[in-house]
């Protein structure tokens, strides 16, 4: 005779905790003791409990995954080089799956995409969406709130939206970096910047540039990249060209920097004996960099889990008002500079 499977009843009497107690930790209620929640995982593990996803999506109207968007990146090629956007899926996914849920991967890199996007998730395919933007154009955001899809993005919306988000203070960032060469005695200071049509890439620049004020400096030298390698790469030999005795360079993330290491040494010039180099991001090419970046630490995977505990606060209590979480930079100090 076949043994029937476990329920409720069966881990409630296993844990010595109510029906309704297990049913809450089953369907990731987030206002139960922590303790409780523990006693009630060791509960399912010994009896082999399961939850039936069906019947479970009939009680809760969820689906149990939500949408990680990407807009506005470009295509999927650059999506799966960046190591931004790694970090991001890294951070969202180890905080959805002790909760059960699931990310699902959406471009929206064209109009049309967007249009997919706002009617996948309108329809229910998913329970909410985590939206990475790039440009503060972007329409995405807004339509989504005009959806009345649940959503929370990663960085300040570029128009203002009633909308939740998680943020770096670029501009204590930019602030770190000058400060930091200012220190160690660098006199010709440059800049990389991101698009200048990134609010990301204003901050850190504007931070950047204030410092150097305070510090007696009111010119910086600067040349726009885009957040690439092969970009970064022509910043610094514009640069370069245009200012020979330069001692400092400031990039506004790893990839530029990293690009501005080579080509400085390929000029014949010792980094960072006689020209240092500063990053942001405190990304995988500061380690591979040689020498390793000095860098100014965006804390991405905690970023993006935030992201994504806002947006399970927001499905399991709907109507909150949006909230921002502002997160600070931090300076790592390796060898170039």
């Known amino acids: 005779m076949s043994r029937s499977a476990p329920t409720l ?26 303790q409780l929640q523990e006693t009630v995982r060791n509960a399912i593990e010994q009896t082999g409990y399961s939850p039936n996803r069906a019947a479970r999506s009939l009680v809760t109207r969820r ?13 999927g090629s650059d999506v799966f080089t960046d190591p ?7 951070g969202v996914v180890d905080c959805l799956r002790p909760h059960g849920v699931h990310p699902v991967l959406m471009l929206a890199d064209s109009e049309q995409a967007r249009t997919e996007v706002v009617e996948f998730l309108r329809q229910g ?6 939206l990475v933007t790039t440009h503060p154009a ?15 993005l990663y960085a300040r919306p570029g128009t203002p939206t009633p909308v939740s988000y998680v943020d770096l203070d670029h501009r204590a960032g930019g602030r770190l970096a000058a400060d930091h060469l200012v220190a ?12 200048l049509d990134v609010l990301a890439s204003q901050d850190r620049l504007a931070g950047f540039r204030d410092a150097m004020a305070r510090h007696g400096f009111p010119y910086v030298p600067s040349a726009e990249g885009g957040f690439t390698a092969q970009s970064g790469e022509a910043a610094m030999n514009r640069l370069l060209t245009e200012h020979p005795d330069l001692d400092g360079v400031f990039a506004a993330n790893d990839l530029m920097a990293q690009a501005a ?33 000095t860098t100014v630490r965006q804390p991405v995977e905690e970023m993006a889990a ?32």
């Not at 395919?125 to 985590?130: C, E, F, T």
């Not at 160690?184 to 698009?195: A, D, E, H, L, M």
């Not at 994504?308 to 931090?330: H, K, T, W, Y």
């Open 9 to 34: 009843e069966d881990v409630a009497r296993v844990a010595g905790v109510s029906r309704a107690t297990v049913s809450r930790v089953v369907n990731g209620t987030r206002n139960v003791d922590p």
């Open 63 to 75: 689906t149990g995954t939500v949408a990680l968007v990407i807009s506005g990146a470009g295509g």
């Open 84 to 90: 931004f956007f790694g970090r991001v899926t890294a």
């Open 125 to 130: 395919s998913a329970d909410g969406a985590l």
């Open 138 to 152: 972007d329409p995405l955001p807004a339509r989504l709130m005009a959806a009345g899809v649940p959503a929370v």
């Open 184 to 195: 160690g005695g660098r006199t010709n200071v440059v800049t990389i910047s991101g698009p």
């Open 261 to 293: 290491v080579f080509v400085v040494q390929a000029h014949g010039l010792r980094v960072p004996d006689d020209v240092a180099v500063v990053g942001f991001d405190d990304s995988a090419p500061a380690l591979a960099c040689r020498p390793q970046l």
């Open 306 to 337: 935030e992201m994504a505990e806002l947006l399970l606060a927001d499905l399991e209590e709907p109507g909150q008002r949006p909230r921002s979480v502002i997160f600070e930079p931090e300076l790592v100090v390796r060898a170039s500079a």
